[in-house]
C-alpha cells in the first residue's frame, strides 16, 4: 500500500510499504477514507518527540470502512468507523475508570520501557506516533491496523459524511476535554490560548457548557476570525499586552478558567520563550510553555488551568509561586477518546456542534509532504487539512 | 561465608574478580542454596522498611517486581501453576515440559540461536497464594523464584510480586546468567509481568506490530 511515512525532521514521504495485518484476536483492518494532520504531527515534523523511527508512518486522526476482522473483533466488513488515536484495551484499571488514554496494557511490553524512565510509569499508547507511545503504525496510508478494535472504534451512521465525524477521532474530544477539565460554571469567563483546532473545539465546547464569555488568543488573522464565527472575543497577542487585556476584559479579577491549546512549541514574544527556543535548538531542553505560563499568570485565585496541549519533556521557569499562591487547579492529559465519543457522535447527529467549519484543505495522501509543508510553514491559510487515500492527485 | 565480606573482597581485587568470573557456575549452583534461604524468609539482616527486599538501595541479588492484575488470585495462581502456560508470556522461554506436580523442565533461548536448558523444582506451594521453586542441582545455571499473589485494593484485583535470585555472592555470575538469557534479568522479569497481565486481563498480548518504510522489517515482526 502508499503510506506517509516520517523520515526525519522536515522530511516526510509517500512510500509503497507492506500492508497491515491481523495480529491478535481483537484486531480490525480498515481502508482509510479520510485522514486528518494534527497539530501534534508537527512535533514529530519538527523532531521535537523523541522515539520516532525513520520510516515510521505517520497519522492518528483516521476513518475508514472495515475490510478484515480478527476472530474476536465485533466489527463487520463495510461498516464505517472513526477510529480513537488512543489505542486502549478496556480491560485494565484505568479504562475501567473511562482514564482511556492511561491504558496500562495497550502499549508493548518491550516499548513501555522508555515511557517509564522518562515518566515514572508506562504510557498509554497513541496511533501513529512515537515508540515511546507503542511504535503503532498510523493511518495516513491506504489501510490501517486497529488493535483493540472492540473498545476504539465508533461505527458511524448512514448520512453522515466523513467531515462531519472526522474529528470524533482526536481534535473534537481533546476541545471537549479541555473545557471539561477547565470545569465551567455559569458565568465564568474562559481564556483560551491557540485557536487551532483543538482551540477552536476548545472554545465552542466551552459556549456550550456555558461559558458567559470565551477570550481567544493567538495572531493568525484567520484562525482568530474563526474564533470570532465561533462566538469568542479575540485577542492578537502581537497588538496587546495579554495579562493587562485579560485583567481588564474581566473587571480585574482574571479569566476562571484557562486553557493551553499551543503547547510545547510555543510561538511567544517574552523573553523567557527566546531562551527556551534556543534550547530547544542546541538540545538543552525540550519544551517552550510560554502559553501555559501566561494561563497561570493570567488566571484569577483559586482559577483552573486545563492543559490540552502536548507536552514532551521538561520546562523550566515554571511560575511555580503564583501558581500555589493563587490556590490554581491544574489538570491535563492525553484525551481520553473513547470516554466521549457516542455523547459528542449524538451532538453532531443533532446539529449541535459543527465540525466542518475550520477544514480549510482536502488534498490526496501523494500530496502529504507538500500539505505538511504548508501546515508548517502557512498555518494562517491551512486551518485543518484532511488527507484521502482514494482521492486523484489534484495539482496543489 | 560472610556475604558483605565476599563481595566487598570481589570489588577491591582483580585477581579475586577474575577467579570469581571463571567459577562463576560454581559459585551460581552455591548461590542458589543462598537464595533459597533468603526467599524463604525475611531472615538476616534487619529490615526496617515495609517495602519488598528488592527495592533496597544498592547492590541488590534480588530481582524483584509487582504488578497488578485485576483477576482474582485462584486465576492467576491457577495460570502460572501449569508452568507450561509461562512460555507465552515470557519472551525469552521457549518452552516449559512441566514432568509432575513438582518437576519442570525449562528451555530458555539464548543468543545465537542456541537454547539453555534446566530443570526445576517447586519448593513451596500454597494455592491463590504463593508458588516459589528453585533449579535442581544438577542444572547449569542456577536460578530460584518465587511469585506471590497478594490483595490488590478492593476492586483492583491482584498484586503478583515476582521475585528471582540469579546473583550470588561475588556478582558475576548474575551478569553471565544475563548474557547467556540475552536480557537484564529484571529488565526480563518486568516485561514477562507486563505480558502477563495483558493476557489475563485482555485475552491477547499486546503487539503493535505494523507496516513501516524500513525495509528489512517484516510487517508480522517486532522491531524493539
Known sequence: MRALTWQGRHDVRVETVPDPEIVNPRDAIIRITSTAICGSDLHLYDGYIPTMRAGDILGHENMGEVVEVGAKSPLKKGQRVVIPFTVSCGDCFFCKKQQYSACDNANPATTSDMSETLYGYPMGAALGYAHLTGGYAGGQAEYLRVPYSDVGPIVIPDGLEDDKVLFLSDILPTGWMAAENAEIEEGDTVAVWGCGPVGLFAIQSALIMGAHKVIAIDHYAARLDLAKRLGAEILDYREVDVREALFEMTGGIGPDACIDCVGMESHGLGIDNLVDTAKAHTFLGTDRPAALRQAILACRKGGRVSVPGVYGGMADKFPIGAFMEKGLTLKTGQTHVQKYSQKLLEMIGEDKIDTTFLISHHASLEEGPSMYRHWHDDQDEYTKIVLKPGMERVAA | ?224
Open chain 2, 1 to 224: 561465608m560472610d556475604i558483605k565480606e565476599r563481595r566487598g573482597n570481589g570489588e577491591g581485587d582483580a585477581l579475586q574478580r577474575a577467579l570469581v568470573g571463571a567459577t562463576a557456575v560454581a559459585a551460581a549452583a552455591g548461590a542458589a542454596l543462598f537464595i533459597g534461604s533468603k526467599l524463604r524468609s525475611g531472615r538476616g539482616e534487619p529490615w526496617i522498611s515495609d517495602a519488598p527486599r528488592s527495592t533496597r538501595r544498592g547492590r541488590n541479588s534480588l530481582i524483584g517486581r509487582t504488578v497488578t492484575i485485576a483477576k482474582p488470585a485462584q486465576e492467576i495462581y491457577d495460570f502460572w501453576r501449569d508452568f507450561s502456560n509461562l512460555a507465552q508470556v515470557m519472551e525469552n522461554v521457549e518452552r516449559i515440559d512441566v514432568i509432575d506436580q513438582r518437576q519442570s523442565h525449562w528451555v530458555v533461548k539464548a543468543p545465537g540461536g542456541s537454547t539453555v536448558e534446566w530443570d526445576s523444582v517447586v519448593t513451596e506451594d500454597e494455592p491463590s497464594r504463593l508458588i516459589a521453586w528453585e533449579s535442581t542441582k544438577g542444572s547449569n545455571i542456577r536460578n530460584s523464584g518465587r511469585v506471590e499473589f497478594l490483595d490488590a485494593a478492593p476492586g483492583r484485583g491482584t498484586m503478583v510480586r515476582l521475585t528471582m535470585v540469579y546473583d550470588p555472592p561475588g556478582g558475576t555470575a548474575g551478569r553471565l546468567v544475563a548474557k547467556l538469557l540475552q536480557r537484564e534479568p529484571a529488565e526480563q522479569a518486568r516485561r514477562d509481568l507486563r505480558r502477563l497481565k495483558q493476557f489475563l486481563e485482555t485475552g491477547e498480548i499486546t503487539s503493535s506490530t505494523s507496516p513501516s518504510g524500513r525495509r528489512s522489517e517484516s510487517p508480522a515482526k517486532q522491531y524493539i
